[in-house]
């Protein structure tokens, strides 16, 4: 059995998350104090690719980073790197796909946030940096987790943009999900569903592993109640 699919699963939802991570929060925490039209406008935007078909985020990004359009025919020509059809490429759908699950999860964690201790903060003499990093991201810290424990799950298992972009290659290009499909049209179906379940066991493990740290949370936060109450 060629574990290669499982291992470019991995470093595409790995890096992907990894991404979506810094420009999710980011784009969330400033987003959240825009005006609503413009924030309504935006979140428009951000969003369409959680309702929108995979094929069709995949169509459109061919239709940038592809070798005969504009930003991908530049690449190529400056750099020498075809943007479609590597395992990396496979990154850009990934990316795409998975941002307005963070995005979303994370700017109602920021929306729920007490400004009062922002604003304490800022009395005290405490940087906005020092208030991001050590206030508003430990009070916030399920909606992030969430958010990126979300997105990574929802990278692990994305088909459509990327079999769009960087299709199928054994040993160079495959994912998980491609390869499913692809024993499935081979009528492989023993293999196909190992790989299922290798998939649903990797998927389990990781919202196994948040939902402890949920509760560990949860009982911290009960402790420490607690003890302010004596």
């Not at 980073?65 to 530049?74: D, L, Q």
């Not at 999900?177 to 998939?199: G, I, P, R």
């Amino acid at each position: 059995m060629d574990w290669y699919p499982l291992w470019n699963s991995l470093r595409i939802a790995a890096i992907s998350t990894v991404v979506i991570f810094f420009v999710g929060i980011f784009a969330a925490y400033y987003i959240a104090k825009l005006p609503r039209l413009v924030k309504g406008v935006l979140d428009v935007l951000l969003t369409l690719p959680l309702v929108l078909p995979p094929t069709v985020v995949g169509y459109l990004l061919l239709r940038v980073f592809g070798p005969k359009r504009v930003i991908g025919a530049w690449v190529l020509e400056t750099f020498g790197v075809k943007m479609v059809m590597t395992w990396w490429s496979a990154i850009f759908a990934t990316v795409v796909v998975i941002f307005p699950l963070m995005y979303r999860t994370v700017r109602g964690a920021f929306e729920s946030f007490d400004e009062t201790l922002a604003y304490s903060g800022q009395t005290l003499g405490l940087s906005n940096t020092y208030i991001f990093w050590r206030i508003r991201m430990p009070y916030c810290r399920q909606g992030v987790l969430a958010g990126t424990v979300l997105a990574f799950a929802r990278a692990l298992g994305e088909y459509g943009a990327t079999s769009m972009i960087a299709g199928y290659t054994p040993g160079k290009t495959a994912t998980i999900s491609t390869t499913v499909y692809q024993l499935w049209q081979t009528n492989n179906d023993a293999l196909a569903m190992k790989w299922v379940l290798v998939n649903i066991a990797i998927s389990a493990v990781v919202l196994l592993a948040v939902n402890m740290l949920e509760r560990r949370d949860f009982l911290t936060d009960a402790s420490k109640a607690r003890r302010a109450r004596k």
